[in-house]
């Protein structure tokens, strides 16, 4: 038995809790990671988990072997990340989620140059809009709007600016407002986005000076999606706010109109989060020195982050 292999996917096991979630993660048969499983528990003599047909649940002295092994296994991973930055560049794979506008307007475009320079990394891309459980999905990375969660690491990277545009057959149809409070005025359609967690339209926000106000409009169509969000607007369904980058190209192509451009709210911190236990691997400290260095430049902001 590879006894190593076996201390990693129980440890899979207990994160994700279950086989065949730790199976998909780790790309290997479940059969496979049953079987380890049990010739870790027969050389250990004792039960690892509870199994039933409905539920796996991690013993007491499961509980205290992952403790155990996961401290272990970490103190062994950032050993052989000191050992491969001697090496010329990292390899192996490395998992990213994004939501759909930042990886279609942001990262995706710029990978070529990541590949060029360290091309012994494999990258895989979730594209979700979702917020999904990095530990538990065994995801490296993710690109996110809030730095709240208290298991993760956070690295602020850059300030999204927003801009709120619509386009211009709907501005012909329906008139360009020059205030936020025209969309109430004048009925203007807006296209919501809300949340795929929980349902809730994000309020559109304007600024003048340090004052914000919610346009308080009763949403026609709303999207759970940053690209289909966009989408709409070009598709003359009505204003959005929505994220400078993703608006540009539709913007200079004329088939989206800039409005009510002095009320912009604030821009939004957009941030890499990752385990703890991850903070020295060689391949994400590659990618979050990167993205730190290019994001900026492709979102239209400066940053002068520099990541510790």
């Not at 300030?159 to 009925?187: E, F, I, K």
């Not at 989408?231 to 706010?241: E, P, T």
Request: charged residues 25%; proline residues 6%; neutral net charge.
């Amino acid at each position: 038995m590879d006894h190593l292999l076996a201390m990693r996917v129980f440890g899979r096991v207990v994160e994700t809790g279950g086989f065949a979630k730790a199976a998909d993660g780790l790309r290997l048969p479940k059969s496979t990671v049953t079987k380890l499983v049990q010739m870790l528990e027969a050389q250990l003599g004792v039960r690892l988990f509870e199994r039933t047909t409905r539920r796996v649940s991690v013993t007491a002295e499961g509980a205290a072997y992952y403790e155990r092994t996961r401290h272990w296994l970490a103190e062994l991973d950032d050993f052989e990340t000191t050992l491969a930055r001697g090496s010329a560049s990292p390899t192996g794979t490395l998992r990213i989620d994004t939501g759909g506008s930042v990886a279609a307007g942001l990262i995706i475009p710029a990978l070529p140059a990541f590949r060029e320079r360290y091309p012994g990394i494999r990258l895989q891309v979730g594209v979700s809009d979702r917020t999904l459980d990095l530990i538990g999905e065994g995801i490296d990375c993710a690109i996110r709007s809030t730095a709240d969660d208290p298991n993760l690491v956070a690295r602020h990277i850059v300030n999204l600016p927003w801009t709120t545009c619509a386009s211009p057959d709907y501005l012909a149809r329906r008139g360009t407002p020059q205030h936020p409070d025209d969309l109430v005025r004048d009925s203007h359609d807006v296209v919501g986005y809300f949340s795929a967690r929980t349902g809730r339209a994000h309020p559109l926000r304007f600024a003048d000076g340090e004052r914000d106000a919610d346009a308080g409009l009763s949403l026609t169509v709303e999207v759970n999606e940053s690209n289909a969000h966009t989408a709409a607007a070009v598709a003359g369904l009505g204003i959005v706010q929505t994220f400078t980058f993703a608006a540009a190209p539709h913007l200079a192509r004329g088939e989206l109109v800039s409005v009510l451009a002095d009320w912009q709210p604030a821009p939004l911190p957009a941030y890499l989060v990752y385990p703890a236990d991850r903070r020295n691997n060689a391949r994400l400290r590659a990618f979050l020195d990167w993205i730190t260095e290019v994001l900026p430049e492709r979102a239209g902001v400066a940053s002068h982050f520099k990541p510790s």
